[in-house]
């Protein structure tokens, strides 16, 4: 097609909406979506695809559309696959293996009958036609970010213009100043959703006031929270809204350059990306002359490769400088001295999505959602002992219970709430008690956590939390550089008490020392990363410091986590003399002669756990 | 270690490598980008290529040991033939990632970062592949595995044995 000027990209834009618009009425076509992120691979959706193509081939089923699209966001439930048929309703399947499909095409497409096996969701398709309609395709959440995820396919930057796409960057290029821009983006009160919150117009202006002859734009898209993987999905479902804020960034900085930070554990990400890139180049909506604007910007990826504290943004720099990513005392701050030394934009991918948006629907739109002082919404990853992990875009504001419990369905198995955990290594945990606090910024800063970036771990009554703080601790003690002092050396003293506690081994003065260090590093580690290290640790400790207790007196962990202090006992009532906890046993811990008792001889024991996992009988006690 | 890519010898820059270098020495950080490329083409950061790369560059090769053992992702050791990636991160840890992983030992034979003698398998625990909705879940040479059982895990790894 070539590079478009302006008028080509809106009458390209005015015949694709045209086309699909045919498809969806008068045509009475088929559109039929299988999600494929990676979460959606892995469960299989690709033998999906190829099955549902294949069967719709074989019954010569003409206007008939079957197209990959990003993920949905329903990870509980992949393979998903959307079937909507005009005059019925959208109707979202789970857990479409290649063997269902032909009972789908032969009920749905053809006899007309939705498979109610396999059903996960079914709405009518005009019942909610409000103004904002669009964003409103979950019960519950309200998708700004998400909105094209799951429905477009993300390698065809058609099906991304044909949804609003670039009509952002149109504006931005023709018919507003930089300060117009600047003056939406604080309207919106948008702020950084890669953690720190930080006002998003603040951090632009910041960079624009510096007078220098280059300057960059970056994408943190190096996700290294464990238990997050909303940026992941958003870049595979979307990456052509992210690449649109990068230029739109560029424009109103006055920044010709950008650079995409993504990591590399990520690959169908990277490929998503590089073929977005070369489609907006080809369209001329990267490199010289923008859209006839004389508007330059191009993007370029960096893969990261491993390393946690690249998300803190002067270490980011330097792994994109192509260093080990250490980071530096601030200021002076990236937006001033950044990338090789020029004034840098940093923001995180859920942030950039966002401003698409904000610029079509205006600042003052996006303010009236969230709460007075997060606007917005977020995206959490919401996994652990849930019965419906996902991903999830809600309001700021929303409560925990209703994200846990009419999103994410409850706790698995039936069991009992103990703690949410947000903002990963840097976060806490939110106890019971705060169910029904409002999510955002402020509030999560005064229980103790952070928004984070996103993830949102369940944790039932089966969980530890001492062990949870060592789980965190012993990452952060990974992935600390090494450059200060109270993080190398805090955070290590920090896990080795912890081990001590997990082991039995801990004095009652023990948590007061811990205290200290905890103290320090916030006050004196160079980064965040050092800084917020031991959050995991106060925050268990101011919620659940019984449990510390608990292990540090009476050497007990009621949640049957911590080993060593777990003892094995069989209950000669219910032993039966089998056998198989003996053979089951590594150190010939256990005693018995067949159909007889058996006995565990505590000081052999090295609890384990294999007996009480052999034992068909439940006859192993753990306490 | 018998069946790899690897030429015998000296492992040496491939003429593809050579032109992506050549490609990407005048851009500003290119070394990790160069690395990144290296592995992916021998599965590690062969010693002899990093002294290659280091000449190409014009980079001291101190330098790119301390990138190389900066970042998790670059390995100095040659990998096993396949490749098993257990992920430990926050959701796959609470949903039983560690037994998972001693599964796995207990399978191969060796431990943690380990590879196994007859070089078929080399075995590491990583911090989260982004799939936490289907914890706990592995890879082995990138296909992911999901929901997993200890069970299921013998048939797995037999699969890529008998290759």
Redesign the interface.
């Known amino acids: 097609m070539g590079k478009l000027t302006l008028e080509k990209l809106r009458a390209l834009r005015e015949a694709l909406r045209r086309e699909i618009h045919q498809r969806t009425t008068s045509d009475r076509s088929i559109q039929i979506a299988v999600g494929l992120g990676t979460c959606g691979i892995a469960a299989g959706a690709g033998n999906t695809l190829h099955a549902l193509t294949e069967a719709i081939a074989a019954r010569k089923l003409g206007n008939v559309s079957v197209r990959q699209a990003g993920c949905m966001g329903l990870c509980h439930s992949e393979p998903i696959v959307e079937i909507a048929v005009p005059g019925m309703p959208r109707v979202i399947y789970g857990g479409v293996q290649p063997a269902d499909v032909d009972e789908l095409v032969r009920e749905h497409l053809v006899k007309r009958n939705p498979v109610a096996r396999l059903v996960y969701e079914s709405r009518p398709e005009s019942a909610d036609a409000g103004p904002d309609a669009s964003f409103e395709r979950f019960p519950n959440q309200f998708r700004i970010v998400l909105r094209n995820c799951g429905i477009i396919d993300p390698d065809k930057i058609d099906e991304y213009i044909a949804r609003d796409g670039y009509c952002a960057l149109e504006k931005v290029l023709f018919e507003m100043t930089p300060e117009q821009v600047l003056g939406e983006l604080e309207k919106s009160g948008l702020r950084g959703r890669g953690g720190a919150g930080f006002p998003t117009a603040r951090k632009w202006l910041f960079t624009k006031n510096v007078p220098a002859d280059q300057k960059y734009i970056v994408c943190n898209a190096d996700e290294g929270d464990p238990g997050a993987y909303m940026d992941r999905s958003t870049l595979e479902g979307d990456p052509h809204s992210v690449l649109e804020a990068m230029v739109i960034a560029g424009r109103t900085v006055g920044a010709t350059k950008g650079f995409f930070y993504i990591r590399a554990e990520y690959p169908l990400a990277i490929t998503r990306l590089e073929t977005a890139i070369s489609q907006a180049r080809a369209y001329g909506l990267l490199g010289a002359d923008i859209l006839g604007s004389g508007f330059a910007f191009d993007i370029e990826l960096r893969l990261g490769a491993g390393a946690f504290v690249c998300g803190e943004e002067t270490a980011l720099i330097a792994s994109v400088e192509g260093k080990r990513g250490m980071p530096r005392p601030r200021p002076p701050f990236p937006a001033a001295r950044g990338l090789w030394g020029k004034p840098t934009v940093i923001n995180n991918v859920e942030t950039l999505a966002n401003i698409p948006v904000i610029l079509l629907k205006g600042g003052e739109w996006f303010s009236r959602i969230g709460t007075a002082t997060s606007k917005g919404t977020k995206v959490f990853a919401l996994t652990g002992k849930i019965n419906r992990s996902g991903l999830i875009e809600v309001p700021m504001g929303a409560t925990l219970r209703k994200i846990i419990f009419d999103i994410g369905g409850g706790i698995r198995a039936g069991r009992a709430f103990k703690a949410a955990q947000t903002g990963g290594p840097s976060g806490g945990v939110i106890p019971p008690e705060f169910l029904d606090t409002p999510i955002d910024y402020e509030n999560l800063g005064k229980i103790g956590s952070i928004m984070g970036s996103g993830g949102l771990i369940v944790m039932d009554d089966s969980d530890c939390m001492v062990d949870v703080a060592k789980f965190y601790l012993e990452f952060t003690v990974d992935e600390s550089c090494g450059k200060c002092a109270p993080c190398r050396i805090g955070g290590r003293t920090l896990f080795n008490y912890l081990k001590k506690i997990a082991a039995g081994k801990a004095v009652p003065g023990d948590l007061d020392q811990m205290r200290d260090i905890c103290q320090a590093m916030q006050r004196a580690s160079l980064c965040g990363l050092g800084q917020t290290a031991a959050n995991p640790v106060l925050s268990t400790l101011r919620y659940f410091a019984d449990e510390y207790h608990e292990h540090i007196a009476e050497h007990k962990c009621h949640a049957g986590k911590c080993q060593s202090l777990l003892q094995y006992r069989i209950d000669p009532v219910k032993c039966v003399g089998c056998g198989a906890c003996l053979r089951a046993c590594p150190v010939n811990a256990i005693a018995g002669e067949r159909k007889k008792t058996h006995v565990i001889d505590p000081a052999k024991c090295i609890r384990c756990g294999q007996c009480f996992a052999a034992c068909k009988f439940g006859a192993v006690a753990r306490a | 270690m018998s069946t790899t890519t690897e030429p015998t010898g000296a492992p040496k820059l491939t003429d593809e490598l050579l032109a992506f270098i050549a490609e990407w020495k005048s851009r500003?950080?290119?070394?990790?980008?160069v690395?990144?490329r290296v592995q992916q083409t021998f599965g590690y950061i062969p010693r002899a290529v990093a002294f290659e790369v280091a000449e190409l560059l014009d980079v001291p090769l101190a330098?790119i040991y301390?990138?190389i053992t900066?970042?998790?992702?670059?390995k100095l050791k040659k990998p096993g033939r396949n490749q098993i990636q257990v992920c430990?991160?926050?959701?796959c840890?609470?949903?039983g990632g560690e037994d998972i992983v001693h599964a796995v030992e207990k399978q191969l034979g060796v431990g943690l970062n380990a590879i196994t003698p007859d070089g078929e398998f080399s075995f590491e625990a990583?911090?989260?592949?982004?799939?936490?909705?289907?914890?706990p879940?592995m890879t082995i040479n990138?296909k992911?595995?999901?929901k997993l059982e200890t069970g299921q895990l013998p048939a797995i790894l037999a699969k890529y044995r008998q290759v």
Not at chain 2, 88 to 91: C, I, K, N, Y
Request: glycine residues 18%; proline residues 3%; aromatic residues 16%.
């Open positions: 500003p950080g290119s070394l990790i980008m690395l990144h330098k301390g990138v900066f970042y998790n992702f670059f430990l991160g926050t959701a840890y609470l949903r990583v911090r989260c592949l982004g799939c936490c909705g289907l914890a879940v990138g992911v595995y999901g």
